[in-house]
């Protein structure tokens, strides 16, 4: 599968954006997504992952109740809804999928990734 990342940019402290994924390629629904970000001078690390069928969401700690992820299984995109925004979420966001029935955290799980797209949030 081959993942095209869009919909970063520059927003204001407290603003919204909103992140999609859209992968190419068969059987979209066999795989589990997920988005990591990665700031400059820190390693990559979990934001928050979606089970096949859109049932089951895990986020990390420092974006639960202000993100959500979502799916739509019929336009093979995946999707991250970010409300609230902090000068801390300031990275570069990637999407990632495997071939998996359980959501994970870590980034070797993952065996496909898209080109990230930069979010930046002004202060």
């Known amino acids: 599968v081959q993942l095209q990342a869009s919909g970063g940019g520059l927003v204001q402290f407290g603003g919204a954006m909103r992140l999609s994924c859209a992968a190419s390629g068969r059987s979209f629904n066999s795989y589990v997504m997920a988005w990591f970000r990665q700031a400059p001078g820190k390693e990559r690390e979990f934001v928050a992952a979606?089970?096949?069928?859109?049932?089951?969401?895990n986020y990390a700690d420092s974006v639960s109740g202000r993100f959500t992820i979502s799916r739509d299984n019929v336009k093979n995109t995946v999707y991250l809804q970010m409300n609230s925004l902090k000068p801390e979420d300031t990275a570069v966001y990637y999407c990632?999928?495997?071939?998996?029935?359980?959501?994970?955290?870590?980034?070797?799980?993952?065996?496909?990734w898209g080109q990230g797209t930069q979010v930046t949030v002004s202060s």
């Open positions: 979606i089970s096949r069928g859109g049932s089951n969401r």
């Open positions: 990632a999928a495997k071939r998996a029935v359980l959501e994970g955290v870590y980034s070797s799980e993952y065996d496909y």
